[in-house]
């Protein structure tokens, strides 16, 4: 038998389902936030960078366990979702998709920010002085300058929400089909002891992982060169 016809595929498609909710989502979230600290000299940005940052210090179960008070039934939050709205947060998938948005955050924000604050300032200046306004700066003049780190926040976040564990077992538990992503998966089938087939749902990831990795790295590397040569 075939490898791929040992694996149940679920687990990754709901895992590609939540990476790419997860990195739509924050995509437009995360722009206007990393253009906001790229152009801002205020005082408090090394507060509101350091609070964007937490998310990769902290230890996922900490993360998680403050995510899924937030989310429960009796917190105010989740209080008001569920019954006035009818949305359950707390163990279901829309909860993870809450939960993933605030961990991968970084991993959006600090790539788009670091391209923005390596343009050109005179750029950003001149459409100014063209008469353009804020947004459209940002999306027809920024934005196509920083493909990139444009291309890096985006599949970075995509691939880190995809490997993530200690979050989505916390705060969406391990239900089949809503909530048990792949890498969920694989810890269950450690603790059943059935490494081979562990191993298996580990080496799709692995490839996965280092696939996308290598095209960000090759794309980067193909857009450095073309820049060297004009």
């Known amino acids: 038998m075939a490898f791929w016809e040992q694996i149940e595929w679920a687990p990754f498609l709901l895992s590609f389902k ?7 989502i ?15 000299r205020s005082r408090f940005k090394p507060v509101l960078e350091a609070v964007t940052a937490l998310p990769i210090v902290l230890p996922p179960s900490v993360l998680g366990f403050y995510m899924l008070l937030l989310l429960s039934h009796n917190s105010p939050l989740g209080h008001f979702f569920e019954e006035t709205l009818g949305i359950k947060l707390a163990f279901s998938f829309t909860g993870l998709v809450v939960a993933s948005c605030f961990y991968s955050f970084p991993f959006m924000v600090q790539p788009l920010q670091s391209g923005f ?34 291309l890096t926040a985006v599949i970075v976040t995509f691939a880190h929400t995809v490997g993530e564990f200690g979050v989505v077992l916390m705060v969406g538990g391990n239900i089949p089909h809503e909530t048990r992503v792949a890498s969920v998966a694989i810890y269950d089938l450690v603790e059943e002891m059935d ?9 799709v990831l692995l490839a996965f992982s ?9 794309f980067n590397h193909r857009q450095k060169m073309r820049v060297g040569m004009v």
Do not use: C, D
């Not at 490494?195 to 080496?203: D, L, V, W």
């Open 210 to 218: 280092f696939t996308v990795l290598l095209g960000v790295y090759f």
């Open 18 to 24: 939540l990476a790419g909710l997860t990195a739509s």
């Open 195 to 203: 490494y081979a087939q562990a191993n298996i749902y580990a080496g």
């Open 117 to 150: 604050e390596s343009l050109n300032p005179h750029m950003i200046e001149a459409s100014y002085l063209a008469g353009k306004n804020t947004r459209t700066t940002l999306w027809r003049v920024a934005l196509p300058n920083v493909k990139p780190s444009l």
């Open 26 to 40: 924050l995509f437009f979230v995360a722009l206007p936030f990393a253009w906001y600290l790229s152009q801002s």
